[in-house]
């Protein structure tokens, strides 16, 4: 009865079901074939199991992204920003952790603070200690961010470009202030050198797989909860806000409250993402608000397919397993063909993978009705 | 033997001066005083210079660094016993500092062409006397000369030769002996770095010699300083009436020695001399801290200029077009590679270079932005989003581009002469030259852009087209050659500005994307489709930068600056100065 209500929004989403299914099995046969001996010939190796967990993060940073652009007509260049803060919240966690383990054996202080001559912990580091706490802050840090950004610049109708731009801005400063070595969060060289995570070794190949399955899940959460946000009325008046935003503001609507409360939610679920992504790479560093970033994830997107939400998962894995082979193989290459496909998508594709899977669909069905 | 009761009379002069003459007696002995500089001529073993150049330059320029390079017979013609460097040689050879400080002593006032030689190698240890047959040597590395032909001994050896030692003392006396030679110099240059260098620390006997000096030079600056000098020194020993009169005289004057002197007599006895010194040290650090803001505001308006040449082409595809062209900074990019191309082609001209590289980069990057213009944004006029996401593509297309022909490092692009150096307007203001030159370069591209809008053709096609394009068209504008050339011509001042860049900052792939942002900032802050906005913005945005920068440093200033550009939106969301009518509804 709960399976069918959770799933109830994915009627109709084809696009949705196949994704979720897919998911499904490789949640269960990633670790099937990882647990096969080193030898066999279907044995995946850990490394493959931590990047495509990686790459689930990413998509899920994807679907945020895209319930906001696709669903709201907000270009946010500022969503790795969000993203980064709740991989820093979790990578403050995992830092406090270290314990006494770190270089100078501090177990109160992280190593950069020793190195710094930090006498003590900075007051936002209290209460990292606890998972239960770093978890909350995962949501929340992105989270009043984007309510007190959103909650500025939605109720004096900061609209299209110029929201674009000051997103894009935010996300630079945050970046300035983070490599800032006063600010208390690693500067330059950000957090890195984690040992473990609930007590269970982030080496171990078990927490790689654990970690793998806890981004699948995250991902279907992500996915199942902006599905029933697009499907509900919520949904059809924030299309209604991306569509015709003064004739909405006419009819009745608050259309800032909309805005600022499904951004904020957008950006929780992009520190989800964070925070499932640091724990997998290993390290957290202000590289990851630069402003290229951002635009990145706007681009997976893009080629996805906005507005679809699965178009979103798809073109983050696409776009991120075709970077991880060609920075491999050519590494010149990839910004070439990084550059083309912004502008090749917006040019020819405007609707995205999906919109061309819809469009190949429509041509055969015509086609058929006409012979 | 005629010229030593001469030195005798002028070492007990000095003597006397030390002791703190008072200055209206100095005054008055002002004529005898002379007797260092004007006696020079008849000290000098040469024979005398000839009527005319004596005429013509004031006695007090007459040195004998400007007579010609002394015959090698004049010595024996001079007598040993007479010749001052042979009486310095004898003294300096003992080990008793107080002869060798009569040495220099006498070495400053013999007037002798070498003795500023013989100080100078003195103090920087280069001095150094034959243990046998005492001559006297500069001995720099292996090369040892003779101190008197300066002809190099060959056969010397070093091992038969000993340093002359000296103390601080000496050390002392030695520069400001040096600096009262330099002072004779004809060279107006080395006399006002004399002035310069004594001005750190003046006592009564040289700044008797600058009084004595300054009725002569005709320099009114270095004529001015030396004046100052003298008040300086009156500071120190005059009587409380000189005293007082000589910190009304310094009262303007920015040099940090002045300051040490009020300094001191402000915490002296006699109120009426601590109260004036005090007055005069805060009025004269008043100024300072004026020319301090004059100093900030120059560091901003210099930042603000860069700001403005990296916004200004924006300002025409964003704000007259519409298009948001993030590939922006890559075309500032292109213009930077230009002059670097330039300057490789003609190694020779450096100094020249810059005036092909503005109109090459601007070609170069107004090309490349035609281009981009027809190929993509054509396709996408009315879709700012996704112009923003194909222009994004198409800067990392041209980054990797350079990356790949040229090469990933930064590439050296060198400063024209004229370019380098400083303004000195004072003391405690100087203005760099290529800083200044960027200002105006700014206001230059300005101006001429704003002409170009304003008072040509295409100016007015380009706002006809920009205000309402149907009814352009209407009127028979072909609107799509328009687009072309507004975008050619705002990337073509992206190229401008990366000319100007690539003199202030590093050269590579990166430097668009470093400036690409501010230029959004400033064009965004100044309001879209608006110039005057843009040059407002740019340049008040660089002096908020550079007013906080002093106490919250150069990061934190800037992101402060991002704050308050995305809180300035939120209550002006259009801008310092948002565009009026109906133009601006969407």
Known sequence: MLLTSLLKPLAGDRGGQVMLAVLAVAALLVPILNMLPAGHALHMPTYMVTLLGKYLTYALLAVAVDLVWGYLGILSLGHGAFFALGGYAMGMYLMRQIGDRGVYGNPELPDFMVFLNWQELPWFWYGFDMFWFALMMVMLMPGVLAFIFGWLTFRSRVTGVYLSIITQALTYALMLAFFRN????????????FKDILGFSLQADSTRIALFIASAFALAGGYLACRHIVTSRLGRVTVAIRDAESRTRFVGYRVEDYKVWIFTFSAMLAGIAGALYVPQVGIINPGEFSPLNSIEIVIWVAIGGRATLYGAILGALLVNYAKTVFTGLMPDSWLFLLGALFVVVTLYLPQGLAGLMRQLKQIRRFGRAEA | MRRLPLLLLQASLSGLLLSGMPVQAQEKNSPQNTTPTAEIPLATPTPAEPQATQESRPPATQTPAATPEPAPGNQPEAGAETDPLTQAATLLQDKSFRNKTEAVDRLITSGNEHARDWLDALLKGRLYFHKENGTIAFVSGSVIRDARSGDRLAEANQQDFRKITINNSLRKQLRTGIARLSLSSPDTAVRARAVDAMLGSIDPETAATLQTLAETEPDPDIR??????????????????????????????LHPGVRNHLNALSQQDDPQLAAAASQALQHIEERIRLYGYAETLFFGLSLGSVLVLAA????????VMGVINMAHGELIMLGAYTTWMIQQLMPNFIDYSLFLAIPAAFLVSGAVGILIERTVIRHLYGRPLETLLATFGISLILQQAVRTLISPQNVPVSNPSWMSGTLEINSVLALTLNRMYIILFCLLVFAALFMVLSRTRLGLQVRA???????????????ARVDALTFGLGAGIAGVAGVALSQITNVGPNLGQSYIIDSFMVVVFGGVGNLWGTLVAGLSLGVINKVLEPWAGAVLAKILVLVFIILFIQKRPRGLFPQKGRAAGD
């Not at chain 1, 006063?182 to 957090?191: A, I, K, P, Q, S």
């Not at chain 2, 087209?465 to 609107?479: D, T």
């Open chain 2, 312 to 319: 200004i082409g924006l300002a025409i595809t964003f704000g």
């Open chain 2, 224 to 253: 001015a300083n030396m004046q100052l000098g003298v008040a300086m020194a009156a500071l120190n020993t005059g009587t409380v009436p000189e005293q007082l009169a000589a910190i009304e005289a310094v009262a303007d004057s």
């Open chain 2, 465 to 479: 087209v920009s205000q309402n394009r149907a009814m352009a068209r209407a009127m028979g504008v072909r609107s």
């Open chain 1, 182 to 193: 006063e600010m208390g969060f690693g500067g330059n060289n950000g957090l890195t050198d």
